[in-house]
């Protein structure tokens, strides 16, 4: 008597759950997450004047941003501050702004 196997046939069911691909992709993506560092207001100060040196002499900055457990990096040149809704706006290319609040900056670097 021969075995009748279905082959490869008995793997294609798993395919079909793409909520369990997701799944796994989320958890993946939950373990990079870091948590947002503390800075004290001597960090805060010297960011301050560090932008506000770039800005004053039109000098590209770069700066590292905590978002939703993950930190990114912006660069370019700091185009306004607003004190009132603690934004920056940073020009990172010709005719093209992004908002950046304060209190997600988490590092600053003056790109000569």
Not at 61 to 69: E, S
Not at 84 to 111: A, C, F, N, T
């Amino acid at each position: 008597m021969a075995i009748r196997d279905r082959g490869k046939l008995k793997w294609r069911p798993a395919s079909f759950m793409p909520e369990g691909f997701a799944m796994t992709r989320a958890m993946y993506k939950d373990q990079e997450r870091q948590e947002k560092p503390t800075l004290d207001e001597y960090q805060r100060e010297e960011f301050n004047q560090q932008i506000c040196y770039a800005m004053e002499f039109h000098l590209p900055v770069k700066l590292t941003i905590w978002h939703d457990g993950f930190l990114q990096e912006i660069t370019g040149n700091v185009h306004y501050i607003d004190p009132i809704k603690r934004h920056l706006r940073i020009e990172s290319k010709p005719s093209e702004i992004q908002r950046v609040e304060l209190d997600s900056v988490v590092g600053v670097v003056v790109v000569d």
